[in-house]
């Protein structure tokens, strides 16, 4: 297979991806709402760390054959820019949603947990797709991962049903949370010129060709969950063409702190 930059973008894409939710979702650890949400958010996290670990090194062999520049998954994660991600502007949202009163109000867990949903629901299908991809590196780190997709999307289904179907308290923060985090949605499946090439070559699937079967699981769990779907929105958000929200230099600035003091630094 001949690499191409396209290739090497739609890796980093996934890794970026991979990354920004595992550093949100370990805020988590040590103020989770109770000792075992708090153990299964810090797991979950180190599952998505460890896609993205994977996914960096992939994407420095296909750097290295395209450019001959070496770089390595600390580079990827801790020396690029705000610009040079390339994440779904969903996963860089702080834990605090539209009830929240300000920018330093406390974390929501109804927000985390729409928002998990809402992505690995996702990422069941897309891993799925990419266990076929005519990357075989790829369909390698697709099959591993999918595994532990699964068992978040799972995670996230139960608590979005008993948030949804609880107390008036619950359900309102639960129906908040997904109107606020819904329309980010709509970045999944707008495909770009990258996205093309990368079902041209085989690697990956076109995202509209994932929308239904994810559609049909989402509103399968809200039907379960008492929630309801907004109108949809026409803004598509930009994050994976480098363009975020303001909360992600904030959260690089946390993330790359010690790297960037310490550049070069081995322990």
Known sequence: MKTTPEHLSYVLRLADTALILGQRNAEWCGHGPVLEEDIALANMSLDLIGQARLLYTHAASLEQTLTGRLRTEDDYAYCRTEREFANYTLVE??????????????????VTIVRNFLYSTLMVHLWAALAASSDAQLAAIAAKSIKEVRYHAHH???????????????????????????PYTREFFSADAI????????????PAELE??????????LDEATLTLAEP???????????HSEHMGYLLAEMQSVARQHPGATW
């Open 233 to 243: 929105v026409t803004h598509v958000s930009t994050g994976k063409h480098g363009e």
């Open 156 to 182: 996230a289904r139960e608590w979005l049903v008993r948030f949804g179907d609880g107390t008036d308290e619950s359900h309102r923060r639960a129906q908040a949370a997904l109107d606020y985090l819904m």
């Open 212 to 221: 239904s079967a994810w559609r049909a699981d989402v509103h399968a769990t």
């Open 93 to 110: 949202l702080p834990h605090y949603g539209p009830l929240a009163g300000t920018a330093h109000a406390n974390k929501d867990y109804a």
């Open 195 to 206: 996205d093309a090439a990368a079902a041209a070559a085989g690697i990956g699937p076109n």
